[in-house]
């Protein structure tokens, strides 16, 4: 039964790869396991973060950052970004259904979190609604790296928030170690009756590497408590190839990827009887990319690494058949980052990041006028080891011009500088503190936006007259390593000079309610921790058990009251085993209710979501490994609402939902 099961779930998902990529009417530094070719959970601190200049690993930079790689990574995948990243201490999601989700970090969203691929924004318009999907794909991902916190010195004004960089390999970086390798996974979704294949695959040698990648979901509305959750269907293709240049003296490499998805929006499913269609979303993306990294290009300087990307974009809201709005972007990213040789014991980096953005939403309910973004940045960082001391400085500037069709251009000079330190102690404890002063610009819904936007159901109003925002930023972090646990517990505050944020009004207008951007004074205070027991090693296998745990206050300051939609407190536990070649896990989430709500807010009820995996390795040869695996979400069915969602009162989150399927690697 259980070999028929498999073969019917992969054959179903590798046939959803079938269809065509067309419009519908690097490598990673991975300390890997010979024996699973992939990273072990342990291993997750050695991974080089690719965010951060210098080639660090995880356990080696100040500011706080996660990673998700390997078995860690496939066990949480998700349809949407903020989904897949929730797991991690500090970082929450947005929703709408399984088909949109973007990281909500330590209470920021929109456009204070950048979503990154490889390095590069992902240019779509996901920040200007939550209605709008993300256009980076966590199921081709190779790790995906999380910096919590201000990020704006390496990624500009709209990182004050954090970043979330997806990793894909899409320009690979050098040739597989023995010229060719690959992966596949083909899973069925019990929730959604849903299917998903993806497969990716890279070769080379020691001058050439060539990559290619491609993804087909698709999910028919999910299952809720007591029934289905109307017009949440999903269909996801995705695909890429790329080609570099690799040599002694490093490498130069382009790549060309696609991305089409058409969703429903469940907040707006529609009803026959009074004559309203549901509304529904297509969504497609053309990148383009080049990089490349040069070794000793100049004397004085290490290494020389250029990137360019330029996007696509278009993202049409239809209400039934009839095209409502059409959101288009054209965008051009490029960043120049030099890492220079020591110099009286200081290693650093400086660079600069050009971005030239055209926006234009066209229809009936054009709520953001037609805007041309340009910014420029000049950044430096800088470290250096004092004994068990690490020092990390960095400062940044901008210049950041917006220019909407009927209104005057605003011009913004935001700056950021950052200071950082690290003491170990002891050989298994070290204690570090980050301070931070960072600035945003406005973003352009933030300041134009003047109408009603049906697949939000929000009547948005802007104001051109917004000010530059001001984030100062104090955390305190302790660090232990040990044999039996591992553990880190963070403690932050951050106060905002005239913050941005977009408050409910109470009133009416079109039959939507009126949401207003407004600017005050605001203070964000929170904690969280995390820490893996390991239990056992013995005969019965390894045993581990990681808690975790998070929680955000985020007012007004002054008497102002609460800012909305702020993550609800969370605790969470995952009880692991593993032996031979099984592996299992079981855990649970209690997310608390959220009762310190904004005017015009509602309270978000508390639930506990308990979820399971595990998985069979049935071959292991010497160079193709096989994976069958179960995943359960939410088995006791239980009613779940987001606290961050605008959507909350009208959506749940999915019900209980088995999904099952095989994973190859070679």
Known sequence: MRKTMIAIALAASLAAIAPPLQAADETTDIAADKDNHKPKAKDLDAITVNAVPLGQQA???VAPVAVLAGSALDEVKAGTLGETVSAIPGVQTTGLGKAVGRPVIRGMDGPRVAVLENGLGSQDVSNISQDHATSVEPFLADQIEVLKGPSTLLYGSGAIGGVVNVVDGRIPM???QNGFSGRAEGRYDTGTQGKTGVFRADAGNQQFALHVDGMRRDDGNYDIPGGTQANSQVKTTSGAAGASLLGDWGYFGLSVSRYLDKYG????????EEGEPPVHIKLEQTRYDMKGGFNQPLPGIAKAEVSFGHNDYQHVEYEGEAAGTTFKTKANEGRLLFTHDPLAGWEGAFGLQYIHRDFSAVGEETFVPPTSTKAWGLFLTEQRQFGPLKLELGARTDRHTVTPDDQPRRKFSPSSFSAGASWRFTERWHLSLNLDRAQRAPAEEELFAHGPHAASNSYEIGDANLKKET???AELALHYHGDFVEGKVAVYSNRY????YLADTGEVEDGMPVRTWSQRDAKFRGAEAEATFHLARNASGAWDFRAYGDTVRAELEHGGGNLPRIPAG???????????????SVGA??????????AFETRTAGYTLVNAHAAWTFHNGER?????FLDGSNLTNRKGRLATSLFKDQVLLPGRSVSMGLRAFF
């Open 265 to 272: 929006s469940p907040a707006e499913p529609g009803n026959a």
């Open 624 to 628: 193709s490994q096989w994976e069958a």
């Open 471 to 473: 984030a100062n930023q």
């Open 174 to 176: 050098a040739a597989p």
């Open 570 to 584: 969370r605790l969470g536990g995952q009880l692991s085993w593993s032996r031979d070649d099984l592996r299992a």
């Open 59 to 61: 356990d080696q930079i």
């Open 589 to 598: 989430v209690r997310y608390f209710a959220q009762n310190r709500t904004a």
């Open 497 to 500: 000079h005239d913050f941005i």
